[in-house]
Structure formats: structure tokens, C-alpha cells
Nanobody, 119 residues
Framework: QVQLVESGGGLVQAGGSLRLSCAAS????????MGWFRQAPGKEREFVAR????????YYSDSVKGRFTISRDNAKNAVYLQMNSLKPEDTAVYYC????????????WGQGTQVTVSS
């Protein structure tokens, strides 16, 4: 069993930055590919980014590529999402999840953290 707890969301102006954190419990965390997803009001959940268990490989959706950076610290059982050049369309609840299976599913999910970008 893995528990995931996100933090770091908030309200920011367009062009600003936020860093999301995901704290994981469970001794198998370091063996999981981890990811971030988001869901805006009235829309389906969408993939944002994922990172391999070692951190050596990352993958991003086209909508965030070049602006967001996913990273992890296995010693701290943590995953991060650095979000720069934020846009109003980035407004959503952001979820940490893992182990990620492709771009659409995962075994465990956090409760989500709200990110609101004002124009």
C-alpha cells in the first residue's frame, strides 16, 4: 500500500511559478514510475508528466513541455512538479500518482492540490 499526499498548490498570476510536492509512504516507492495528472472543472483528467523509478527518464504532455519539470528524491520518498510560465489554462486540481501505467492510469492516487492561475 502506498499513500500519496500533495502540497504546494495555490493561486498565482499568469506567468508565475509554483512547485508541487508529493510525499509518499511505503518502502516500494523508489521502484515506481511516478506521475502527475490534472483535472480542470468540467473536463476529464489528463496526463501531465511522468518520471522513471530512477529519475533518469521523464516524459511530458505537449501542453506543459518546456514549462514544467518533474523530479524525484527517492531518499525522501518525494516527487516534485516545478511549474513555470503558468497560464490560466493550467488551472486544475493536480494529482500525484503511481506506479504510472502509460499516460492514463496508476494504482495509487493522492487527494489532489488546487492550482489556480489568474489572468
Amino acid at each position: 500500500q502506498v499513500q500519496l499526499v500533495e502540497s504546494g498548490g495555490g493561486l498565482v498570476q499568469a506567468g508565475g511559478s509554483l512547485r508541487l510536492s508529493c510525499a509518499a509512504s511505503g518502502r516500494t516507492f523508489s521502484s515506481y514510475n511516478m506521475g502527475w495528472f490534472r483535472q480542470a472543472p468540467g473536463k476529464e483528467r489528463e496526463f501531465v508528466a511522468r518520471i522513471s523509478w530512477s529519475g533518469s527518464s521523464t516524459y511530458y504532455s505537449d501542453s506543459v513541455k518546456g514549462r514544467f519539470t518533474i523530479s524525484r528524491d527517492n531518499a525522501k520518498n518525494a516527487v516534485y512538479l516545478q511549474m513555470n510560465s503558468l497560464k490560466p489554462e493550467d488551472t486544475a486540481v493536480y494529482y500525484c500518482a503511481g506506479p504510472v501505467r502509460g499516460d492514463s492510469s496508476a494504482d495509487y492516487w493522492g487527494q489532489g492540490t488546487q492550482v489556480t492561475v489568474s489572468s
